[in-house]
């Protein structure tokens, strides 16, 4: 058999239009602007009005990610659709998605990896390409976070926003495309960001919904302290693994969780800031969505040329984390 190569051919993001500046959250808990962004970069994040739900925006940006790669909805033949914030418990957000956009030819799947969960997608969907099993996938990151945040919780509701970011990964002779993968897992940190009811372990019952269960739960500092060592070995291993090093790195798209880890990260590989994106103002965390949102904003401004290397880094509850290099 032919060895194939995975490489993204397009990509597409989208937001609600309704925005809550950190103006806006001073009035709703005991916060500040001036704390939010020095703190976290954080000026903004985009909130899904009532009834729009993933499958919705991940809809929006699927159209634009496949008008850029030139194909139509009956071409794809695997969709894998990363989110933590799925439209019902059952059945998947995927399965919702290829109805709206008429994929009758694709296999479809959810997967949940938080805010790893596009990194985690391209992984697999790259797999799936070299080994033959498929030609052309959709991959995406999407979250309705607001729907799972406690707005009366300062430590979390500051941080958290609503999105999607697809890419269509399509199999190609020449070499070049998603290079090399990692991705990785500590189930026993699982504690430290969680949403503990609405599941078989604690289903939602009327204690459950008065005692804020139901909502995003983090111990902020252990989970600052984890992504900054994370992240920093994602891309270290990776760098490790393909030979390409910050000289040669173009650009990293890493998640956008919170300046000071993103900083960090870039230290830890040596890349000036001025080769990392960040558009953390305008989204806070919209966890999977937050690195292909970014990826498609940085590759229709511009910013990212064939032949580039970039590099995309995750971290998120779990805890999970992962790289990806890509040739552009
Ligand atoms: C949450 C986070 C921004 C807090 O920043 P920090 O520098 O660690 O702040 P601290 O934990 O030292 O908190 C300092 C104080 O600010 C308070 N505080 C928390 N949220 C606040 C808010 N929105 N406004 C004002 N004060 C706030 C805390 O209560 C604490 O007060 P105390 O010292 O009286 O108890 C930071 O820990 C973080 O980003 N963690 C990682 C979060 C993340 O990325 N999660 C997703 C991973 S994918």
Known sequence: MKKKYARITGTGSAAPDNILTNADLEKMVDTTDDWITSRTGIKERRIAPDGMAASDYAYQASLKAMEMAGITAGEIDLIILATVTPDAPLPSTACILQDKLGAVNAAVVDIVAACSG??????????????????????????????????????????????AGAAIVTAADQPGGILDTYIKADGSLAHLLQVPAGGGRQPITPEIVGNGARYIQMEGPDVFKSAVKAMGEAATKLIEKTGIDSNNISLMIPHQANIRIIEATARRIKLPMDRVFVNIQKYGNTSAASIPIALDEANRNGLIKPGDNVMLVAFGAGFTWGSALIEW
Request: proline fraction near 0%; include cysteine; glycine fraction near 10%.
């Open 118 to 163: 596009f990194i985690y997608g391209l992984s697999f969907a790259r797999a799936l390409i070299m080994t033959g099993q498929h030609d052309k996938i959709l991959v995406i990151g999407v979250e309705t976070l607001s729907r799972i945040v406690n707005w009366k919780d300062r430590n979390t509701c500051v941080l958290f926003g609503d999105g």
